[in-house]
Nanobody
């Protein structure tokens, strides 16, 4: 089992920045890909960014150029730095980890961007 705990969400004005953190514990040796998804009210959960254990990254087009995902393997933590935030970035952000046999999700952290 893997446990994921997110932190760093909050309320920010448009144009501002936030850094989300996700600490993994448990059977972390099984994790390859970690990342972030988000879900806005009334919408489906969507990919934001992912990073492999080797540091290969992918981003949704909606955040590309404004966000950076990084990973500290020694601390078993993944980060999402979000800049130039827009009201449409408002959502619950979920940390995600892909193990060898299943996926894991954090409890989510709310990000609200005011206009």
């Amino acid at each position: 089992q893997v446990q994921l705990v997110e932190s760093g969400g909050g309320l920010v004005q448009a144009g501002g920045s936030l850094r989300l953190s996700c600490a993994a514990s448990g059977s972390i040796f099984s994790i390859n890909i970690m990342g972030w998804y988000r879900q806005a009210p009334g919408k489906q959960r969507e990919l934001v960014a992912t990073i492999t254990s080797f540091g290969r990254t992918t981003y949704a087009d909606s955040v590309k150029g404004r966000s950076t995902i990084s990973r500290d393997n020694a601390k078993n933590t993944v980060y999402l730095q979000m800049n130039a935030l827009k009201p449409e970035d408002t959502a619950v952000y979920y940390c995600y980890a892909e193990g060898t046999t299943r996926s894991y999700w954090g409890q989510g952290t709310q990000v609200t961007v005011s206009s």
